[in-house]
């Protein structure tokens, strides 16, 4: 398999752990390092801690008392920012690097076990973003993807399905517009996810979890992508990138825009920000439903 090394900070560069209130508009910032680009925050069910990724490991930051703690997780190659906490608060299931295969864990340490590489192509690249509510499917991206000139280059990107036990696999888009982020609804009856189906901009759409009723949701000119609902279901936020940008590349000003009610066509900014990829890749949302935690690279 192709082997791509954790992302790290550039020279001059650090990295900022925030968490920003819908109802106030105000941002608290948590952490700063130099030394350790973090990404993807989780926020735990008991509503004490935000769970990130950094260096190929995962890593624990308590809201009230910010200080780091390396989750001492076994069996398992270094993992990326595509990670989604099982609904029973105990586990988390992960993506990694090397293999590319999805993993099961205890939040609070221990070995992983994996779950996919039972059903499905062989080779295939998995990146997680949706479970269940149930904690029975997952919802990720399945990549092909070839080694050319030193570097990986995607060849498609389409939503799949699969139990979290590893049978079931099911691939539910087809056509070959790039997609990626598909997360479930709290009630479990929708994937939000985005797509180029529309546009040859990615844009918010979400359909069924067989992959029917598709529905586009984001009518902008900028580049959507990563759309996270509250646990209530009333509010979303999502990433917007610049109009012309390609994929989700990190080191860019980005846009966090919300979303109440439902209505996707007056999507409030939020925040500005320096960063992209690893900013919000996968839910963050409080168990409150009125906070939600990104992360920020600025150069010095």
Not at 206 to 229: C, E, N, Q
Request: aromatic share 10%.
């Amino acid at each position: 398999m192709i082997k791509v090394p954790p992302r790290t900070l550039a020279p001059g560069q650090h990295c900022e752990v925030w968490i920003h209130d819908i109802d106030t508009g105000e941002d608290r910032q948590l952490l700063v390092t130099r030394d350790l680009l973090l990404e993807a925050p989780n926020w735990s069910l008991d509503g004490e801690a935000l769970i990130l990724n950094g260096a190929g490991f995962i890593w624990r930051l308590p809201v009230d008392n910010p200080v780091l703690d390396k989750v001492e997780i076994t069996g398992i190659p270094p993992v990326n920012n595509d990670h989604v906490l099982d609904p029973d608060g105990e586990h988390i299931f992960l993506s990694a690097l090397d293999d590319w295969h999805l993993y099961r864990a205890p939040l609070s340490g221990g070995p992983a076990v994996r779950v996919s590489g039972k059903e499905g192509p062989p080779g295939l690249f998995h990146f997680l973003h949706g479970v269940s509510p149930d904690g029975l499917q997952l919802a990720f991206v399945g990549v092909e993807a070839e080694e050319r000139d030193g570097g990986v280059v995607f060849v498609s990107a389409e939503i799949c399905t699969l139990q979290s036990d590893g049978t079931g696999f099911r691939q539910i888009t087809s056509g070959g517009a790039p997609a990626d982020g598909p997360e479930y609804s709290p009630d479990g009856e929708w994937l939000y996810f985005n797509t180029e189906a529309f546009a040859s901009n990615a844009q918010i759409a979400r359909m069924r979890p067989d992959g029917s009723d598709v529905t586009r949701l984001s009518f902008a000119d900028t580049v959507d992508w990563f759309p996270h609902l509250s646990p209530d279901g009333r509010t979303a936020v999502y990433l917007a990138y610049p109009p012309g940008t390609a994929g989700h590349p990190a080191d860019l000003t980005v846009d966090l825009m919300v979303v109440r009610n439902g209505d996707w066509t007056k999507a409030e900014r939020a925040v500005t920000l320096f960063g992209g990829q690893g900013t919000i890749n996968v839910n963050s949302w409080s168990p409150d439903n009125h906070r939600f935690a990104y992360v920020t690279y600025p150069l010095d």
